[in-house]
């Protein structure tokens, strides 16, 4: 590297982000990594995503049933 003259960026640490994942709770695994389901309103996973609009941020919470696939509910809000 230091014959082609590049040099390594180094990033500042992030305290903030070890301050979240600190705080955060680790539940057990209750799924034990098994997405399917013999009936219906058996298992529920969820997510959040975060989008990114043109007036600002929205977040998408879903609620899928593990059974057929279907959204169960969803919300959009902003914060």
């Not at 500042?12 to 705080?23: A, T």
């Amino acid at each position: 590297m230091k014959e082609q003259g590049l040099a390594a960026k180094i990033r500042k640490k992030n305290n903030m982000r070890k301050l979240v994942f600190e705080s955060q709770s680790i539940e057990e695994d209750k799924l034990k990594r098994n997405f399917k389901s013999n009936q219906a309103n058996e298992k529920f996973v969820s997510d959040i995503t975060e989008i990114t609009a043109r007036d600002g941020k929205l977040y998408l919470m879903i609620i899928q049933d593990l059974y057929n696939n279907e959204i169960v509910e969803y919300e959009i809000r902003t914060i």
